[in-house]
């Protein structure tokens, strides 16, 4: 029996169940996973059951439990099942984990007269068995005559099952009598709590199993097996129908804990269009896709949840007439048009070309996908808002579908498609065959914030080149180094796609949750705007020859400055509209990307003290006021008051631009960046007439002294020496090497040298250099940050080094992305991208580095 026999309503909840973050599958035993036999002791599993079942108990947050009115080591015996699969027997008064009910001396003598008293009753009668079990004892009448087994059942009822002290279950053919209170709805309960399930399936065939039946509620699901009344809510004929249902929930459960194979981080391509993203797959499967803001929850979420968390997806089309099947074949190749965001994935006779549209007011998001070529394509569109926490309709209308159940407005434009609708019970998915031509393309035109499925105002040609025009005006006017010029080029459109034109704040990266270790649990949000971060972007861009992404991003800056007194409680990330965030919290109703969990929306590093953050918008200013030959009174102002505030916090410990979620402490790179602050704001007001606090200059030195002496350990690195994390410890951490980058010591320093030397050794491996190798008071590993190599490459060429700065560089430009594209982290030994994607980082750094080596 396949899956699709069973029924549908069935099939649906299934599949809801088993995307619940904790799950508990348990089951009866006799007639359910083994057939009922005339013989009890050789009642044996269907061994498609056994496989079912530890397959189940394999996957993570999965646990399996039989549940039998068998004595536990009855159960053992028969059922053969692995270890990784709970027994509990005798209807809950046995686990095997240890009994639940110890018996006390009262409970043992009450144990020993029940088999005196049922030895007495069923005396020589054929076919009566008596099955003593640890706290209770089960007359078995199944293979004795009808007569026999009602005056027996009869005896029983009206003599020992009346004492005190005594509870009776009855089952097929079976009068169990316990000297503890239990049956198996107390024991999966008990279950669940061990576990801390969030849902449980239980099927069982038994009366005993009702009582499991009538205590399931919300998400769980009762099946039960054969004839008989019942409270559960689904049946299913035999025990071959078990192993099926057991096959598809293990099914289900793995493909939503683990997805279908994951696309490697580094080839999911981004859409920008200044004040949205989107991420697409290799073969132009939307995979992300948040709105109104790029910060705001997931409409399409693929990535970290499979198509059941929303995916809109073009391909070839083969099959019959409207048959939707999908050719599974990959594409031919991917790429960004030159110069521009808008991106065309080609298969034979087919094209897609997709790109956001940029003739459409702020709080809309439009994707325009174009379907050409001389192939029909096959097109599913799945909306799930919220993360798919939401129920979704989809209507379809002469022009298009109307998606219900969102609180923004969202309509998919697409005149002359013919959609199918189908429903899971909680969310529509629509379906079309399309075919399109050269000369007559299918636009599908998805809008975001509008209920308008009307003709736009410019044909789609228009809006294309309009979109394009956008990126490559733009990027004519940088001034690119010749090493790397084009790779460096789709650096700068991912800087500038990060951007939010609207607000002026920068994306740290377009996604939550890419995990820095797959399967591990170190996955955070970077949605948001870092101080540091945004700093950071802008200043490559200036170096580009591009200020108004600065201008914008001060303005953001000065906006969230106004809302306090000033930059001394200044927090290390806001939303991008400048606000504080919510709490970090977890969408448990995805599996994450490859199964890294949890999901995280939010970031708890707002909370932090990083003393860092001032350096970078210092050196932002310094940077944008050469470049426009002066500096604003609104810019000196936030510069005198970062400066005053770094004069009253410097000595303070803090979290650090690693954001760790230990106990703060006095960090080499944060000292340095209040130096830097300091001494920027100096060479600031030296160049354009400001006045400074004359307290400055000789704080400028106490702080250099301060860390030039503390931050210095011989001990670290076997002796080496080097300036290492913080003052208390030899641990070091690549951001040190800012003493020398930031000119805070002369890089021919041999103190400097020796860092550099302690860091390569200890951090570099192959291609990339890791942060640290501390304990940071989090579980598992993490991959190489490509901003620590960046760094370690600029060290090299101040160290003059430039032999192994090239060849570092070469090998950061190796683990690029087909389109060009880097992550935060770089795994060295699997050889694969980390991290949320594509980070600003890894691209300011990529930048930096190729403007060094074209000197």
Not at 319 to 340: A, E, H, V
Not at 679 to 703: F, N
Not at 773 to 788: A, I, K, Q, T
């Amino acid at each position: 029996m396949t899956a699709e026999a069973l029924p549908a309503e069935l099939r649906r909840v299934i599949v809801h169940i088993a995307r619940t973050p904790r799950l508990l599958v348990a089951s009866d035993y006799d007639g359910t996973l083994a057939p009922i036999v005339e013989d009890p002791e050789l009642a044996r599993p269907l061994p498609e059951s056994v496989g079912a079942l530890r397959s189940l108990a394999g996957l993570h947050e999965t646990t399996t439990a039989v549940i039998s009115g068998r004595a536990l080591r009855d159960l053992a015996t028969l059922s053969r099942l692995p270890a990784e699969v709970h027994l509990v027997g005798s209807h809950g008064s046995e686990f095997d984990i240890g009994f639940v009910h110890a018996l006390d001396a009262e409970s043992r003598a009450l144990h020993r007269r029940l088999e005196a008293e049922l030895d007495a009753l069923i005396g020589g009668d054929s076919g009566i068995n008596l099955e003593v079990k640890p706290a209770s004892i089960a007359v078995h009448v199944r293979r004795a005559d009808s007569d026999v087994a009602a005056r027996v059942l009869d005896a029983v009822r009206s003599g020992p099952c009346t004492w005190d002290g005594v509870e009776v279950t009855e089952g097929k053919e079976v009068i169990e009598l316990a000297v503890v209170a239990t049956n198996k709805g107390f024991a999966l309960d008990e279950l669940r709590h061990q576990v801390g399930a969030t849902a449980a399936i239980f099927l069982g065939d038994d009366v005993t199993d009702e009582k499991v039946f009538q205590r399931l509620s919300g998400p769980d699901v009762g099946v039960k097996v054969g004839q008989g009344e019942s409270a559960a809510p689904f049946r299913i004929p035999d025990t071959t129908d078990v192993a099926t249902v057991l096959a598809f929930v293990f099914e289900e459960r793995r493909n939503w804990l683990y997805g279908e194979q994951a696309t490697p981080i580094e080839r999911l391509t981004m859409l920008a269009n200044g004040n949205s993203v989107a991420l697409l797959t290799p073969d132009a499967k939307l995979t992300w896709m948040c709105h109104p803001d790029p910060d705001s929850t997931a409409m399409f979420a693929d990535l970290l949840g499979g198509p059941d968390a929303g995916h809109f997806s073009v391909k070839p089309h083969r099959g019959n007439g409207s048959d939707t099947t999908q050719q599974n074949g990959l594409p031919l190749g991917q790429r960004y048009l030159p110069g521009t965001m808008t991106v065309e994935t080609r298969w034979s006779r087919l094209l897609i070309t997709d790109y956001l549209d940029h003739d459409t007011p702020a709080h809309r998001t439009d994707l325009i996908r174009v379907i050409s070529g001389e192939t029909r394509a096959a097109v599913t569109f799945a909306p799930r808002p919220e993360f798919g926490r939401v129920p979704v309709r989809l209507i379809t209308e002469e022009d298009g579908l109307r998606v219900l159940g969102t609180t923004e407005p969202v309509v998919l434009r697409s005149p002359g498609v013919t959609w199918k609708i189908t429903s899971d019970g909680v969310h529509d998915t629509a379906q079309a065959v399309v075919a399109p031509s050269e000369e007559q393309p299918v636009v599908l035109e998805l809008r975001c914030g509008t209920t308008d499925l009307g003709p736009s105002e410019h044909q789609e040609m228009t809006r294309r080149q309009h979109a394009a025009s956008y990126w490559t005006d733009w990027l004519a006017g940088l001034k690119l180094p010749d090493v790397e010029r084009d790779l460096v080029a789709r650096s700068a459109l991912t800087l500038r796609g990060l951007s939010h034109k609207e607000t002026g704040a920068f994306m740290a990266a377009a996604t939550t949750s890419l995990p820095e270790e797959i399967g591990g649990v170190r996955n955070w949000d970077y949605r948001y705007c870092w101080v540091r971060d945004g700093a950071l972007t802008a200043q490559a861009l200036v170096a580009l020859g591009s200020i108004d992404e600065a201008d914008g991003y001060l303005r953001w800056v000065h906006n969230v400055l106004g809302t306090m007194p000033g930059p001394e409680r200044l927090r290390p990330l806001y939303s991008i509209r400048g606000t504080t965030l919510g709490p970090e919290a977890v969408i448990d109703t995805l599996p994450g990307y490859a199964g890294s969990r949890p999901v995280r929306v939010g970031n708890l590093a707002d909370q932090q003290v990083q003393l860092d953050v001032f350096g970078p918008v210092v050196e932002l200013v310094v940077a944008l006021s050469e470049a426009r030959g002066e500096i604003t009174d609104a810019d000196w102002d936030m510069v005198r008051a970062m400066a005053e505030a770094v004069s009253r916090r410097w000595d303070e410990a803090d979290h650090g631009i690693w954001e760790e979620r230990h106990a703060p402490r006095h960090r080499v790179y944060s000292r340095v960046m209040c130096w830097v602050t300091l001494d920027r704001a100096i060479k600031l007001a030296d160049t354009y007439g400001r006045e400074v606090d004359p307290s400055w200059a000789g704080l400028r030195e106490e702080i250099a002294n301060d860390v030039l002496e503390k931050g210095w350990n011989p001990e670290a690195c076997g002796g080496i020496g080097a300036y290492t994390t913080a003052y208390d410890g030899t641990d070091l951490d690549a951001a040190s090497l800012h003493i020398g980058l930031t000119g805070m010591i002369d890089p021919s320093d041999p103190k400097f040298q020796a860092t550099v030397t302690a860091i390569e050794s200890e951090l570099r491996t192959g291609s990339t250099v890791y942060r640290y190798r501390r304990d940071d008071g989090l579980p598992g590993n993490e991959g190489g940050f490509h901003l620590c190599a960046a760094w370690m490459i600029e060290a090299y060429v101040l160290a003059g080094r430039r032999t192994e700065a090239e060849e570092l560089f070469q090998q950061l430009v190796d683990v690029a992305g087909p389109t060009g594209l880097l992550s935060e982290e770089y795994d060295p030994i699997a050889e694969r991208s980390l991290g949320n994607h594509p980070q600003a980082y890894s691209h300011l750094g990529l930048i930096r580095c190729a403007q060094l080596l074209s000197r």
